[in-house]
T-cell receptor, first 115, second 118 residues
Framework: EAGVAQSPRYKIIEKRQSVAFWCNPI?????LYWYQQILGQGPKLLIQ????????DSQLPKDRFSAERLKGVDSTLKIQPAKLEDSAVYLC?????????????FGEGSWLTVV | AQTVTQSQPEMSVQEAETVTLSCTYD???????LFWYKQPPSRQMILVIR??????QNATENRFSVNFQKAAKSFSLKISDSQLGDTAMYFC???????????????FGTGTRLQVTL
């Protein structure tokens, strides 16, 4: 079974530029998550989708971050304009369904460095 | 708000020895799941083991086992017969049971860096 796929794996941009990350969840998984992991910290949830609807985006900095999951499968996370503090690994994850009993599976992450 | 605390930033263990990583959490809920995730340098989060709060029996997966103390809100991970490949960051994570259909948030601790040495 294929896992959660993410691209690009690595990205270096200058501050105030924009960047987009793509995620393809495990086939059949209805719930998709984007996490931000700053070096030395645990991952922090940015946004959670159930199919193509947003379930929780309370920790997403909406002035610069946006995410969509138009057809309920793939998702894109965009940052515009980027700040130095956005340097982090962006982890995409998916689970079969909403609800605490479903195991969450993670991709390998997209490393962002803002200089 | 739910919190997860890992008080050991770094640990070291010799190959073939046993090591225990600590985790405590805070919740007012009665139903929840606890997880240990392993994160090697590649940064992919790999599920090691999970425990359902209503199950009294401690979960075991091969060389990995947990000591779940619900009253103390403690969830430690024991790694037996440590191998060089176990070297990684280990994160304790927690998710509560909320109302059906409501978003449940997976909350992580700050991690413990484990180094397995020869």
């Amino acid at each position: 079974e294929a896992g959660v796929a993410q691209s690009p794996r690595y990205k270096i941009i200058e501050k105030r530029q924009s960047v987009a990350f793509w995620c393809n969840p495990i086939s059949g998984h209805a719930t998709l998550y984007w996490y931000q992991q700053i070096l030395g910290q645990g991952p922090k949830l940015l946004i959670q989708f159930q199919n193509n609807g947003v379930v929780d985006d309370s920790q997403l900095p909406k002035d610069r971050f946006s995410a969509e999951r138009l057809k309920g499968v793939d998702s894109t996370l965009k940052i515009q304009p980027a700040k130095l503090e956005d340097s982090a690994v962006y982890l995409c994850a998916s689970s079969l369904a909403l609800g605490y009993g479903n195991t969450i599976y993670f991709g390998e992450g997209s490393w962002l460095t803002v200089v | 708000a739910q919190t997860v605390t890992q008080s050991q930033p770094e640990m070291s263990v010799q190959e073939a020895e046993t090591v225990t990583l600590s985790c405590t959490y805070d919740t007012s809920e009665n139903n929840y799941y606890l997880f240990w995730y392993k994160q090697p340098p590649s940064r992919q989060m790999i599920l090691v083991i999970r425990q359902e709060a209503y199950k009294q029996q401690n979960a075991t997966e091969n060389r990995f086992s947990v000591n779940f103390q619900k009253a103390a809100k403690s969830f430690s991970l024991k790694i037996s017969d440590s191998q060089l490949g176990d070297t990684a960051m280990y994160f304790c994570a927690f998710i509560e049971s909320l109302l059906t259909g409501t978003a449940s948030k997976l909350t992580f601790g700050t991690g413990t860096r484990l180094q397995v040495t020869l």
